[in-house]
């Protein structure tokens, strides 16, 4: 999370359940979801892709799951 703040987003993140230092995958969507809904400027979010290599099954579905509600929620235009 320090590193996003301190540079900004990746083109590209690809995330195991334990990311170390005592943080996981779960909490850093969560914080980035956070970050974009209080309105802070997430330059590039819409454009992201995650990747998830998560050797359990639930785990992996879980995180692509609220992932993808979140695009498709708050990122995709509908109105086209």
């Not at 005592?22 to 970050?35: K, N, S, T």
């Not at 639930?58 to 109105?79: E, I």
Request: hydrophobic share 40%; glycine share 8%; proline share 5%.
């Amino acid at each position: 999370m320090q590193h996003i703040s301190t540079y900004g987003l990746p083109l590209k993140m690809s995330l195991d359940h334990d990311l170390g230092d005592g943080i996981d995958a779960p909490v850093l969507l969560h914080w980035l979801v956070d970050r974009y809904l209080d309105g802070e400027p997430m330059q590039g979010l819409s454009e992201m892709e995650i990747h998830v290599h998560s050797a359990n099954p639930v785990g992996h579905a879980n995180l692509m799951w609220f992932w993808k509600n979140f695009t498709f929620r708050c990122l995709v235009d509908h109105t086209k």
